[in-house]
């Protein structure tokens, strides 16, 4: 294994390679030029234009195989931005060389191939982290010190719904083939599921759901989801995502402009999906370039500093409790109580990216990993618990869930 360097101001440098610079890994790349004790040294990908890409942006090493970047000795961790059937090969091949792994999400397409993962992990001594999820992102931790506190009693229930125009977003077709884990149930249910485990404790019961299949041009992919959760402790929530897009959630808070394009753009873009006749492959490889550089195209790449408040992954979310409810403000949280209305302000800093503070802070300080292979586990569970309840129309009930731990820092 490995051991991260020095940096000129004395803190250990935490070396990283991305396995895949498209629209995901090249926003990760973005986001690690602003930390400043970790270092790119290295990239790979299967494009040589992504790779010449890299090579003038960012100076490292180019590799054009998995195998070629796991094999680098200068690596500490990969970061995986690969397509979701890769996660576990990938995962595994970076163990079994000695390296810590960053995943996108989801973890994996199988509770299989999500144990193995982590049995590999844990046999070759090395970190795994599930991350990118809006567990960790500075509203829901807010809520969550604001719960804490005692101020509004126990969580009760919880509430959150997304409306998007996922769906109409260019999109290879491993994005949106169910097989290869494309569709909204795989790709964005993490981000409430880990934030509702996250806030309630970890332990779902059960999960009743379904999934809607509405649009032609997206091959079978489902552009919606529902699902009633049930917390061990009894607590509901409620999840529901909609990617059609002939209505965005941010309509519903006057001081939001969520990245999109507008209604007339949309629906052109229905249409062509449709018809076929928009080129998605060519539109797809201007997201890749814009979201390397961090920069926007159409309204619809963002890969700069994170805007905290309302999140279009997450949507909009609303958490009752014995006391008073929790739910996103103009500059952080609304707090409804017995003595009115309040608002927990957020100042987010530049930086400071959730995911690689937490590989940071585990790889290099030792502190225990929240966002671990287990926990990752536990979310995927819920993921495929809600697309097989929709098939079968009926209750799942779950069988490895994990506690968010005592000791948990914040």
């Known amino acids: 294994m490995t051991h991260p360097g020095s940096s000129s101001n004395g803190q250990q440098v935490l070396r990283f390679g991305v396995i895949g610079v498209g629209n995901a890994g090249g926003g990760v790349l973005h986001m690690m030029r602003e930390e400043p004790n970790v270092e790119v040294v290295a990239a790979a990908d299967v494009r040589p234009e992504a790779l010449k890409a890299f090579r003038r942006d960012f100076g490292g090493k180019a590799y054009d195989s998995v195998e070629g970047i796991c094999r680098d000795p200068d690596l500490d961790v990969v970061w995986i931005a690969t397509p979701n059937h890769f996660h576990c090969p990938h995962t595994v091949l970076a163990a079994e060389h000695g390296k810590h792994v960053v995943l996108e999400k989801p973890m994996a397409l199988s509770l299989g191939e999500a144990s193995l993962m982590v049995e590999t992990a844990e046999k070759h001594g090395v970190k795994l982290l599930s991350g990118h999820t809006r567990a960790f992102d500075p509203p829901v931790q807010t809520m969550w010190r604001i719960i804490r506190s005692g101020e509004v009693g126990a969580i009760k229930a919880m509430n959150v719904m997304s409306f998007t125009d996922w769906m109409l977003r260019p999109r290879m077709p491993e994005e949106v083939d169910v097989e290869r884990g494309g569709g909204v149930a795989f790709r964005q249910a993490p981000h409430q599921i880990d934030s509702l485990r996250f ?186 618990a809600l697309m097989q309840s929709a098939r079968e129309r009926r209750e799942v009930l779950m069988e490895h869930q994990v506690p968010v731990p005592a000791d948990i820092a914040h």
């Open 199 to 384: 806030l309630g404790g970890g332990l779902i019961r059960s999960v009743r759901g379904t999934t809607g299949i509405w649009m032609e041009g997206r091959q079978g992919a489902p552009g919606y989801y529902s699902a009633y959760l049930e917390f061990e402790d009894g607590t509901p929530a409620t999840i529901v995502y909609n990617a059609y897009g002939y209505f965005l959630a941010s309509e519903l808070l006057p001081w939001e402009m969520e990245a999109g394009a507008q209604a007339g753009d949309r629906a052109r873009m229905r249409m062509g999906i449709n018809t076929g006749t928009w080129d998605q492959s060519q539109a797809k490889d201007e997201m890749r370039v814009a979201s390397m550089r961090g920069q926007r195209i159409d309204g619809v790449v963002d890969s700069g500093p994170p805007r905290m408040r309302f999140q279009s992954d997450l949507g909009l979310l609303l958490v009752t409790c014995e006391r008073g409810l929790l739910r996103q403000s103009p500059n952080g949280i609304y707090v409804y109580n017995d003595d009115g209305l309040r608002e927990e302000p957020i100042n987010v800093r530049k930086g400071g990216d959730p995911t690689i503070e937490e590989a940071y802070n585990g790889i290099v300080r030792g502190t225990p990993i929240f966002h671990d292979g287990r926990w990752g586990m536990a979310t995927l569970e819920v993921q495929l």
